[in-house]
């Protein structure tokens, strides 16, 4: 998967579309589109590689944005920063029953375990990063 990923310090207009699980009609409108305005923020590291912050407004001060729900973004200032390749694998647990995703974007990588995001390092993120060296 490719994404293009908003630089921070540019401002957008970002429209999404994800599954409707707030109202309480979600069997008769399964998704939920919404368009946000705000400026780009640095993302956090506790945030997968795939998403993105921006400015929120009353009711949250930072609103993240998983590149998955993207359906358009219009730059009001500034530009997208450069595309990257996001490569995803998934690694089994040490006791086999779990399944985690890491991913990796340039020179970042995460874990979906409790471990990575929780203290921000991991053994599954470690045994992708020596695979691909």
Not at 10 to 28: C, F, G, M, P, S
Not at 33 to 62: L, Q, S, W
Request: aromatic fraction near 8%; hydrophobic fraction near 35%; glycine fraction near 6%.
């Amino acid at each position: 998967m490719t994404v293009a990923l908003p630089s921070v310090g540019a401002v957008i207009r970002v429209k999404t579309r994800h599954q409707n699980t707030y109202e309480l009609d979600w069997q008769t409108i399964p998704f939920v589109e919404k368009i946000y305005e705000g400026r780009v923020v640095p993302n956090d590291r506790f945030d997968k590689v795939t998403t993105f912050c921006m400015t929120g407004d009353e009711h949250v001060a930072v609103r993240n944005i998983a590149i998955e729900n993207v359906v358009s973004i219009d730059y009001i200032k500034g530009k997208p920063a450069k595309t990257q390749v996001v490569r995803k694998f998934h690694v089994k647990s040490s006791n086999g029953k779990k399944e985690y995703v890491v991913e990796v974007v340039g020179d970042k990588i995460r874990c979906s375990c409790p471990g990575n995001i929780y203290h921000g390092k991991c053994k599954h993120a470690d045994a992708v990063r020596e695979k691909i060296k």
